[in-house]
């Protein structure tokens, strides 16, 4: 997979474990307006709905290929073994009709306090600046729920909504790097990363 993060700062085991334990811990993320959960096998169905949309997970290289209710189905159960080892987890942001309307992929780099968060917002809800206040939210709750240092985060070269989200929430471009898909296939990605002081500074916490 992507060499990410470009930057890697070692971390003594006791670290590592704090933020392993806060990620078997975690239950959902701070969002807008939705209720976040995490995502369990039941889920598959009304997930693969919510992803068959190009508009939603075409940008998205993290996702499985091809995508069916199978390969779905199998990506939350990976997920939920990523919990269990501190790596990784996947919410549901859920609206109050019980409709989903957005997710959160978080991969987690214990060794070097490191993270990345990808995701999408369902496509009546694009374009008015909820994913930017989600993302922002997001991110807070990785620096201080999870504990981590870095945050990472890419995107298509052609993905000028997340490169104005990420640059306008203060995050720095480190280059770019060839992100591989589930399925072998390359993607072009640059590379964003920002530190928790860099962090805190920006946005005045
Ligand atoms: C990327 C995403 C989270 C952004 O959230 P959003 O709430 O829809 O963001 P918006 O479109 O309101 O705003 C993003 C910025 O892009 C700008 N923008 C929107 N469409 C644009 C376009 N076609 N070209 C250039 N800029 C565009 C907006 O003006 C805004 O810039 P600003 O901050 O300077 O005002 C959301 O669109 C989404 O889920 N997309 C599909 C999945 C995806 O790409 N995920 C990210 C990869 S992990």
Request: aromatic letters at 8%; glycine letters at 12%; hydrophobic letters at 40%.
């Amino acid at each position: 997979m992507a060499d990410i993060p470009l930057t890697r700062t070692e971390y003594p085991e006791a670290r590592q474990e704090e933020i392993r334990a806060a990620v078997r811990k975690a239950e959902g993320i701070t969002t807008v307006e939705t209720n976040s959960r995490l995502a369990t096998p039941d889920d598959a169905g009304v997930f693969h709905e919510f992803l068959s949309d190009p508009d939603i997970s075409g940008p998205i290289y993290t996702l499985p290929r091809p995508l069916t209710l199978e390969s779905v189905r199998a990506f939350i159960e990976d997920h939920l073994e990523q919990r269990e080892r501190g790596e990784g987890l996947l919410f549901l942001n859920v609206d109050a009709a019980g409709a989903i309307g957005g997710y959160v992929d978080i991969i987690v780099w214990p060794q070097w306090a490191a993270g990345e968060l990808g995701g999408a917002v369902g496509k009546q809800r694009q374009g008015q600046r909820h994913g930017i206040e989600g993302a922002r939210l997001g991110f807070d709750w990785m620096f201080d729920v999870l504990g981590l240092e870095l945050l990472c985060a890419t995107a298509a070269l052609d993905n000028f909504r997340t490169a104005k989200l990420l640059d306008g929430l203060g995050f720095k471009r480190k280059g770019e790097i060839v992100s591989v898909r589930p399925d072998g296939t390359e993607r072009a990605s640059l590379v964003w990363e920002v530190t928790r002081p860099e962090w805190d500074g920006f946005h005045g916490r």
